[in-house]
C-alpha cells in the first residue's frame, strides 16, 4: 500500500466527527419566567413545539423561572414559529413511594387549546408568560 493510500482515512476520520457534532438545524437560547396574575408558576412544564422538528421543554423552578432544553440534554429550541403550552398537571411519586397526581392549574386554553404562538430567532432571548393574557384583544 502506498503512503497516499494510509493518509486518506486519516483525514475522512476528523471530517466524519466534525460533521457529526455539528447541530442539524439553528437555536435559539429561551429563557424566561411564567406567573399567574403576578404570582409565579412553580413546576409548570413550558413546552414549545415547532413544526417541523424537535419539541423543547422546561420546567418552571419557584420564582416560575425555565430554561428551554431539547431532547438529550442541548440547551434551546429550533429557530421558527412554535406552538407553546404550559402545563401544571404531572404524575410524581410520594414519600412512600406512591404514584400521586397534581391536577392541572392553568386553564386550558394554555395546554390542550394552547393559543400561544412564539417565533425563537436565533440567539438569546427572553420569553415571560404573565397569566392570564388577553389572547383576543
Known amino acids: ?7 486518506r482515512p486519516l483525514v475522512a476520520i476528523p471530517l466524519v466527527i466534525m460533521c457529526g457534532c455539528r447541530p442539524s438545524q439553528d437555536i435559539g437560547h429561551v429563557s424566561g419566567r411564567v406567573t399567574w396574575e403576578g404570582n409565579p408558576v412553580a413546576n409548570a412544564t413550558v413546552t414549545f413545539r415547532p413544526a417541523e422538528g424537535r419539541s423543547s421543554y422546561g420546567i418552571t423552578d419557584d420564582e416560575g423561572q425555565y430554561e428551554l432544553m431539547q431532547p438529550g440534554g442541548e440547551r434551546g429550541a429550533a429557530v421558527g414559529i412554535h406552538a407553546i403550552s404550559i402545563e401544571t398537571y404531572r ?3 410520594d414519600e412512600s413511594g406512591e404514584p ?3 391536577a392541572e392549574t392553568i386553564p386550558a386554553r394554555y395546554n390542550a387549546n394552547s393559543e400561544l404562538t412564539h ?12 397569566l392570564p393574557l388577553d389572547l383576543n384583544p
Not at 1 to 7: A, C, E, I, P, V
Not at 119 to 130: L, M, R, S, Y
Open 1 to 7: 500500500m502506498n503512503r497516499s493510500g494510509l493518509f
Open 91 to 93: 404524575i410524581y411519586t
Open 100 to 102: 400521586r397526581e397534581h
Open 119 to 130: 417565533e425563537v430567532k436565533p440567539g438569546q432571548q427572553t420569553v415571560d408568560f404573565a
